[in-house]
């Protein structure tokens, strides 16, 4: 077998078993100090549940990557373990104490949206750039002028995209594990052992704390919410795989066309649902920091789906994008492959209204709730 396979499996097996080790404790720390999610008028569980699962993805990323990069130098192509690393590693770390001093003691909105501006700022700091729209609306290469500032405003965009589609069981996990899945082959087959073995250590945190989140039981204190430190820190390590993907960087990767459509359809449901919410709240000069129930998993649940039924409908839709954009980007421009995307939102909102109005006899738009 394949050296780079042993050491695939080896981090998925390896940050698997540190979840399944640290979540039992962070379980019985919540149950010992009450940290728990209370529900309220806008959550959708009706028990005190845990919300610290997230402590356990840096853990187990670190643990398990530490472990086996050293064996994979001799074939890690692209990696060089310079500044670069230990400044995405301070915006990482900075993140996830962020997401669990607002787990515990409770952060402003307006707060973490000005630290992760600093964390965005660490992927230009550290060469990690988009810098090439690859035609997208006839646009190629960026100067600096503009691609610092874009690549900060994506990774900000993608880091609330992530925390803001956090909203049922399962949802934020299954959604960033099969992006952790989609990024693991591409990957692989662009020739980076190393951050391929960083996606393959990824799936395995995410399966241990979906063990606990989507299998777990309230009453017996074994469900567990990821909380902020979760999604944060979810939301910071798919952007780092996502700029990484659509850089245009020779000396790491060939010149693909496609590359920068690729990594936004790997997250387009968490992109559009949040672009869309945020749009509503401008439109209805709502406060732009203010949670609410108009993401799509609410709209699911109010046109009569179950939190789990309304999971397994989100994630056929997150997968019907990437098959979708994946076989039309090999015949069409990448703007039109968006448009398309944007045009099938649109439908699936107004399907989802029809049923809502259906379900309820209370009329719903696609902005949101009348």
């Known amino acids: ?35 728990y999610d209370l529900p309220n008028e806008r959550k959708v569980h009706s028990n005190a549940i845990p919300r610290l699962g997230g402590v356990s993805f840096v853990p187990a990323l670190v643990i398990s990557v530490g472990c086996l990069i050293g064996l994979m130098n001799p074939l890690a192509q692209g990696f060089r373990f310079d500044t670069w690393v230990v400044l ?4 990482l770390m900075i993140m996830y104490l962020i997401g669990l001093a607002d787990d515990l003691v409770g952060i402003s909105a307006q707060g973490k949206f000005l630290v992760q501006i600093l964390c965005g700022v660490a992927f230009p700091l550290s060469g990690l750039v988009i ?11 960026l100067s600096a002028w503009i691609s610092w500032p874009l690549t900060v405003f994506v990774a900000v965009f993608t880091m609330n995209a992530v925390n803001l589609i956090d909203g049922i069981d399962g949802l934020a996990g299954c959604i960033s594990l099969l992006a952790a899945i989609i990024f693991c082959f591409l990957f692989i087959h662009a020739d980076l052992p190393v951050y ?6 990824l799936v395995g945190a995410l399966l241990a704390f979906l063990r606990f ?42 010149y693909r066309e496609n590359s920068l459509l690729v990594a936004f359809s790997i997250l ?21 920091f203010k949670p609410d129930k108009n993401h799509i998993h609410h709209k699911f649940m109010r046109a009569g789906c179950s939190p789990k039924f309304a999971l397994l409908q989100i994630m056929s839709i997150a997968l019907g994008f990437c098959v979708l954009n994946f076989c039309l980007m090999r015949i069409i421009p990448s703007s039109l492959v968006v448009l398309i995307d944007v045009i099938c ?26």
């Not at 090439?132 to 190629?140: E, P, Q, R, T, V």
Request: hydrophobic share 50%.
């Open 88 to 91: 995405l590693l301070c915006g």
């Open 196 to 201: 391929a073995l960083c996606s393959f250590a």
């Open 213 to 254: 989140n989507l299998g777990g039981d309230a009453s017996k204190n074994t469900k567990i919410f990821m909380g902020d430190t979760g999604s944060l820190t979810l939301g910071y390590i798919l952007t780092f795989f996502c700029i990484r993907y659509a850089m245009d960087d020779t000396e790491v990767m060939p």
């Open 131 to 141: 810098n090439n729209l690859y035609g997208f609306c006839g646009i190629y290469e």
């Open 1 to 35: 077998m394949n050296l780079n396979v042993v050491l695939y499996i080896a981090a998925i097996v390896i940050s698997m078993i540190v979840g399944l080790v640290v979540i039992p404790q962070v379980l019985r720390l919540c149950k010992k100090r009450g940290l």
């Open 268 to 288: 387009a449901v968490p992109a559009m649902d949040v672009l869309r919410v945020v749009l509503l709240r401008l439109r209805t000069h709502a406060p732009l």
């Open 345 to 370: 939102w649109v439908v699936l909102h107004l399907f989802l209204d029809y049923r809502i109005q259906k379900a309820t006899g209370q009329p719903n738009t696609f902005w949101g709730k009348k």
